[in-house]
């Protein structure tokens, strides 16, 4: 499974942009990006996932360059409930074992 | 809500106790996955159930064990309780195993062991 690196915290402020950028440098080639959500005392929630490009749903982006090494989540004018923990997964489906590392914690200030 | 719920929501244990955590998984889902997360880490995967049978597990010893039913629910069971097994245990539900299915998870049990 393919290690992934992410900053430990982010702070942003309601109405902007955030970008939070995941390191995959040895991601495989079946390999596919997962970014899930997690509030305090609940368990995650899935936000998006992709292979390459771009894709895009109701709750953000997923840009993945053509090398792959990287994704970047994008979530458009965050407001005070998107402070969460944000995970970044990388794996295939051979793999059943989603490896949580420790995620971005956002932090939405008003 | 994503349909999958846990119970009990709180649990408090002694050391060297059993304890046996539920999970009701989203109707048309026959994979449970249950992971334990520790307080400020991510979660960590501990084993996944497909159709009744183990499907994969992490690294964790033989006294976290399971079960998962014909209705697709799941038990998990920790034998000898330590001190450091107190985390909160979630579980989640998805159409089938692997990576690219979607997993939703039940908001946790806490475990707290004396």
């Known amino acids: 499974l393919a290690k992934t690196t992410q900053p430990i915290s982010m702070d942003s402020y309601e109405g902007q942009e955030v970008n939070i950028t995941c390191s995959h440098n040895?991601?495989?080639?079946?390999?596919?990006i997962t970014w899930y959500q997690q509030f305090p005392s609940q368990g995650p929630r899935f936000i998006i996932q992709?292979?390459?490009t771009k894709v895009t749903n109701e709750v953000a982006s997923l840009f993945i360059p053509a090398d792959r090494k990287s994704s970047t989540l994008s979530l458009p004018r965050v407001s005070l409930s998107d402070t969460a923990v944000y995970y970044c997964?990388?794996?295939?489906?051979?793999?059943?074992?989603?490896?949580f590392g420790a995620g971005t914690r956002l932090t939405v200030k008003p | 809500e994503t349909g999958v719920t846990q119970s009990p929501t709180h649990l408090i244990k002694t050391r060297g106790q059993q304890v046996t955590l539920r999970c009701s998984s989203q109707s048309g889902h026959n994979t449970v996955s249950w992971y334990q997360q520790a307080l400020g880490q991510g979660p960590q995967f501990i084993f996944q159930y497909y159709r009744e049978e183990e499907n994969g597990r992490g690294n964790f010893p033989p006294r976290f064990s399971g079960l998962q039913f014909p209705n697709y629910s799941s038990e998990l069971n920790v034998n000898a309780l330590e001190l450091d097994d107190s985390a909160l245990y979630l579980c989640?539900?998805?159409?089938?195993?692997?990576?690219?299915?979607?997993?939703?998870f039940g908001p946790g049990t806490r475990l707290l062991v004396l």
């Open positions: 989640a539900s998805s159409r089938s195993g692997g990576f690219q299915e979607t997993q939703y």
């Open positions: 992709g292979y390459k």
């Open positions: 997964l990388v794996g295939d489906n051979n793999n059943n074992d989603m490896r």
């Open positions: 040895n991601i495989a080639t079946n390999d596919y």
